[in-house]
């Protein structure tokens, strides 16, 4: 899955500290970061130190915010921003450099030759967003200050705290003796088999969202929800839950109206091979149809 990046050490561990030169600086542009392509190559991307960035004349002059991010293994991330309305300007300039640096999108980094680079990437911007859509509080809307003791945004008018948005989810694969229910989606990009995914909503544990977003989705019943795996996605900022469950009842699947445009049972040798490593749902599809018991 895209966490695990063995035999590299992530660590979040919340530092107030200031960048060193050999640092990675992670400079942002809206959502977007600035980084090396060798090759032009967007899978082979890495990411610049501040000592590369500073070199770069477009950017020395600009003022910049460096704020700590995280560590994997000895190597130490800062995201880097600048003011807003130089953002533009910046980025156009950058690009004139020539097809060394790249502003990377999000998506890429679900790509990179380096799955360890891909993971620092998205986690960074998700951090990153959350900076991005807490400049201000939203009570009285004076400017949010870092805080100097853990990852949080603060405003000093109302003292009111803003920790990194992290939304909690679901996946839930539906089983029935030897078949497993896979969907697709309707309206999306991703044209894979899925399994069944929500976000919590207020007031519910993560087994009552599983059998919500079972009966919203498909219209069925499920008992002996078990406990599988989790995984960050920073992609969607959430944090995902996996679980299987047991069908209870009828199996007629009926489809809400928009969301999915198919929900299938597969039996264990029926099931379509899926290839994107990265994600928990993929794993858990591979793990079922591997003839593992879910249920143990
Ligand atoms: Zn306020």
Redesign the pocket.
Known sequence: MIQDIEPRKFDITFKDMKPKNTDYALLFCEEFVLMKQPDGQERAAEFLTFNELNALEEVREVKKRSTYLFSIDDNKYFSVNIPKEKEMDCRKKVIREGKVLAWISQNAFRALKEKWLGFAGITAVQINRWFLNHRY?G??G?PLIYSKTERSLI?E??H?TEYPKISPAIIVGIVDGDKLLLTRYADRPYKRYALIAGFSEVGEALEDTVKREVMEEVGLKVKDITYYKSQPWSFSDSLLAGFFARLDGDNTVTLADGELAEGTWFSREQIPVNQEEIALTAEMIRYFADGNDVFK
Do not use: H, L, M, V
């Open positions: 509080c009570r009285c004076k405003c008018n109302c009111i």
